[in-house]
Nanobody, 115 residues
Framework: QVQVVESGGGSVQAGGSLRLSCAASGSTFSSYGIGWYRQAPGKQRDLVAGISSGGMIFYTDSVKGRFTISRDNSKNTVYLIMDSLKPEDTAVYYC?????????WGQGTQVTVSS
């Protein structure tokens, strides 16, 4: 069983920055694909950014140029650096780990951006 824990959420003003962390258990972390998702109230959960075990990176269009995803396999952690935050980025951010055709979700961390 893989445990996934997000941290780093909070409240910021528009234009501010936050760094989210996703820590996952297991000795094979380098083999995990990791995705950051977000879900605003009344909306579906959408993929924001992802990084594969091989380092391939994906960003949804609305965050390109503002968000940066990276991984540190020595710390079993994936980071999501969020710059130039907008009120529409307000959501609960979830981390998902993919490994051996299984998925593991964290509990989420709230990000609130005020105008």
């Amino acid at each position: 069983q893989v445990q996934v824990v997000e941290s780093g959420g909070g409240s910021v003003q528009a234009g501010g920055s936050l760094r989210l962390s996703c820590a996952a258990s297991g000795s094979t972390f380098s083999s995990y694909g990791i995705g950051w998702y977000r879900q605003a109230p009344g909306k579906q959960r959408d993929l924001v950014a992802g990084i594969s075990s091989g380092g391939m990176i994906f960003y949804t269009d609305s965050v390109k140029g503002r968000f940066t995803i990276s991984r540190d396999n020595s710390k079993n952690t994936v980071y999501l650096i969020m710059d130039s935050l907008k009120p529409e980025d307000t959501a609960v951010y979830y981390c998902k780990a993919n490994f051996l055709n299984r998925v593991y979700w964290g509990q989420g961390t709230q990000v609130t951006v005020s105008s």
